[in-house]
């Protein structure tokens, strides 16, 4: 039996079962557990869905996404499988990791850097988005799609593909995406509840990443610090996309955008463009992600001192050029 099988004849068999995501959750985590959740539901399934994080505003105009629960409120419950998706470590569902030692485990996931933490893991590295494996997984089940779930689980596709326009669209997103659209999904509702949303203080902190922006030949970087986000009112879901613009510069391989929010705690986010695999980089700071898009978080640090050996690094791997392709 394929892994894919197997999966799915494992949740079809249990009944009872909890579906978690990453903390600092983007669109494709959100996507993923709200539409396996909500499939899973629709079979007739106890399912409930948690995130050990603050979910931002806009997230929950979508579908479902409102049932996804804080670690909180999830104290009552004693799941009888776990199903851990778009994480690439158990330390990515935060304070719930300690659950997933009691449990049975299935990690369904995309991500190059995956360890493998599940009793059974389906992860597929050439898959763009893991909201594109749960709608597959979704399609076999039987689970019967109307607009609303059409356009949550569309989400996750779109957002971890840049809305179709990074390294990792291809013909398979493009295809499950018109299914997705011919199920009802509203691709325009999606963007401009994504795209169009930015406050006028977004822009001011944007406007101080460019100021901290430096270019080093192929590297560009800049940095927001926990006093820049509180002059101007913003938190860490404000900078989000910011490192991409950082990457869209002409003649740059690799952008790295350092956030500190709250003080002394850093995310470091990592873009390249054809040859500089990041993940492995990301994977070596005890983070992780894809070739072309990576991350990780440090605490209790000096923002500096993140920059420094970050960038210490990146210059090493980007010695000799664009002799890694990966
Ligand atoms: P971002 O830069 O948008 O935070 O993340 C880019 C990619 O790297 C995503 O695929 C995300 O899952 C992964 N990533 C970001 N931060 C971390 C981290 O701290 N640990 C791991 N394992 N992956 C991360
Ligand atoms: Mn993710
Ligand atoms: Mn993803």
């Known amino acids: 039996m394929t892994k894919f099988l197997s999966v799915i004849s494992q949740l079809i068999s249990e009944d009872n079962i909890l579906v978690l995501g990453h903390v600092m959750p983007d669109g494709d985590d959100i996507s993923s557990v709200a539409s396996l959740a909500e499939g899973l539901r629709r079979l007739g399934k106890k399912v409930r869905a948690a995130i050990d994080d603050q979910i931002p505003w806009y997230y929950k105009l979508f579908f479902a996404v409102d049932s996804i629960e804080s670690f909180e409120q999830l104290q009552d419950f004693h799941p009888d499988l776990i199903v851990v998706v778009d994480c690439s470590s158990p330390d990515r569902v935060g304070r719930f990791q300690h659950l997933l030692k009691n449990s049975k485990t299935i990690v369904i996931d995309h991500h190059e850097t995956n360890s493998m933490f599940g009793d059974l893991n389906f992860v597929d590295v050439t898959s763009a988005s893991t909201a594109q494996i749960v709608y597959n997984m979704n399609k076999a089940m039987g689970v019967v799609y109307d607009p609303e779930l059409a356009t949550t689980n569309y989400l996750g596709i779109a957002t971890d593909t840049g809305f179709f326009k990074y390294s990792n669209t291809d013909a398979n997103v493009l295809k499950i995406a018109a299914e997705l659209v011919e199920l009802g999904a509203k691709p325009y509702f999606v963007a401009s509840v994504i795209l169009e949303n930015k406050t006028p203080q977004q822009f001011k902190l944007l406007a101080k990443m460019i100021e901290h922006m430096k270019i080093e030949g192929e590297l560009v970087y800049s940095w927001l610090s926990y006093e820049d986000y509180l002059s101007l009112g913003c938190n860490e879901d404000d900078s989000s996309g910011f490192v991409s613009e950082l990457r869209s510069m002409k003649d740059i391989e690799v952008a790295i955008l350092f956030t500190e929010f709250p003080k002394g705690e850093v995310h470091v986010s990592f873009r ?41 690094l990146t210059r090493e791997a980007m010695v000799g050029g664009r002799h890694e392709v990966g």
């Open 272 to 312: 390249s463009k054809q040859w500089l695999n990041v993940s492995k980089i990301a994977s070596a700071l005890g983070g992780g992600g894809h070739a072309r898009a990576a991350g990780c978080s440090y605490k209790n640090v000096e923002l500096e001192k993140v920059i420094d050996e970050v960038l210490s």
